[in-house]
């Protein structure tokens, strides 16, 4: 009796086995057939078929990164720096393996037109493809400029200068633009006072003009979080930004802002000069060394010795404490104070002008002792 088990298994290995060879058979004649039409047709094949071959080759050997590493490299993209500038320095650092392949794949997707100024970080041996889309998200080149408090106009020019190199005289002819102030809002005939002192960052190529709508904006919008409705009981603008700027120059010391202001408060309400030295100083344009009697008594609007109430406008531009300062003075009788002899920058406070003269000899006592130490030491 036949097995039926055994007999089907002798039937599909059977069939398996004719399937094999005639599957061997095909590649064997299509491998013939491939051979045969090379040798017909030689010069067709190394005509059409081999460029081709070899376009590929060559397209995916410059644009296939195939030898990438880690090792970084940075470039600066100026403005106006062309295409073909940029792929010199990329094959120059071996970013890219041809700088002319480079630029044809940039035109062929536009990314020529597309590219802009800035910073961008590649790796060496990156390759085309990936360095072309990294062109087109450079990062902004900036640069930082810190412009500190109670700083004049001609102060800040210097800084901005030193920062950007525009010329001193160009940006304050920026800042006497009549018309630029006028849309600004400032109540006077320059932003003295108004360039708000801070951290910019502005871009290599900024103009004067920027910087000063810049940092006049800023202002606006500091000085808009500590009066929100842009008005004060008694006071213009002008007027609390010019006694903070008095404030700036003669409270050495954060914490003594508050009741410095409202000395000056004090005073001006009882018609009184501030006595403010520094408005002087301003006048003169004399910000170091003593001053003298002549100095003192220089005729000007700016010599608070002289004349009451507030000067013709700031001595410079005040900060955020400074400015609140004058808008939230502290609560106090006193209407005086004198620099303390230590040096610290702290002041004493007096009510009345006897106690005020009291506290100025003693200090005048004890910087003639200091003064005397400190020879005595020399020696």
């Known amino acids: 009796m036949k097995n039926p088990v055994a007999e089907a298994l002798f039937r599909t290995w059977f069939t398996g086995a004719l399937y094999c060879l005639a599957a061997v058979g095909y590649v064997f004649y299509g491998l013939l057939w491939t051979f045969r039409f090379m040798q017909k047709f030689k010069v067709l094949f190394l005509a059409v078929v081999a460029p081709v071959v070899l376009a590929i080759a060559a397209a995916a050997y410059l644009l296939i990164p195939f030898r990438a590493t880690t090792i970084p490299v940075e470039i600066v993209i100026g403005k106006g720096t062309t295409i073909h500038a940029v792929a010199r320095k990329l094959k120059q650092e071996r ?5 002319h392949a480079f630029v044809l794949w940039l035109e062929m997707l536009g990314i020529d037109k597309k590219m802009q100024a800035g910073r961008v970080s590649l790796y060496r041996g990156e390759g085309i493809m990936s360095a072309s889309r990294k062109l087109l998200h450079a990062e902004p080149i900036e640069i930082t400029m810190t412009v500190p408090e109670g700083l004049t106009l001609e102060q800040t020019a210097a800084i901005v200068g030193a920062t950007f190199g525009i010329d001193s005289a160009a940006f304050l002819s920026a800042c006497a633009d009549q018309e630029t102030l006028r849309r600004l809002g400032i109540p006077a005939q320059s932003p ?13 190529d900024v103009k004067a003009s920027d910087i000063v709508m810049r940092m006049v904006n800023h202002g606006i919008e500091m000085y808009a979080t500590l009066v929100p409705d842009s008005s004060v009981q008694g006071f213009s603008k002008q007027e609390i930004v010019t006694l903070a700027s008095i404030v700036e120059k003669e409270a050495t010391l954060a914490s003594e802002r508050p009741l410095v202001s409202g000395v000056f408060h004090n005073r001006l309400t009882r018609k009184m000069a501030l006595g403010a030295d520094p408005t002087i100083r301003y006048a003169l344009r004399k910000f170091s060394g003593p001053l003298l009697e ?21 001595i410079c531009s005040p900060g955020l404490a400074s400015l609140r300062a004058a808008l939230f003075p502290e609560k106090t009788k006193e209407l005086y104070f004198v620099a303390k002899w230590d040096g610290s920058g702290a002041h004493d406070f007096s009510i009345t002008n006897k106690e005020h ?23």
């Open 95 to 99: 970013v890219v393996p041809s700088s």
């Open 192 to 204: 003295e006072g108004y360039l708000f002192p801070d951290t910019y960052r502005f871009p290599p």
């Open 294 to 314: 002549s100095d003192l008594a220089t005729e000007t609007p700016y010599n608070t010795r002289r004349h009451t109430g507030l000067p013709p406008g700031p």
């Open 357 to 379: 003269e009291r506290k100025k000899n003693e200090i005048r006592r004890m910087n003639e002792i200091r003064k005397s130490q400190a020879a005595r030491e020399k020696k």
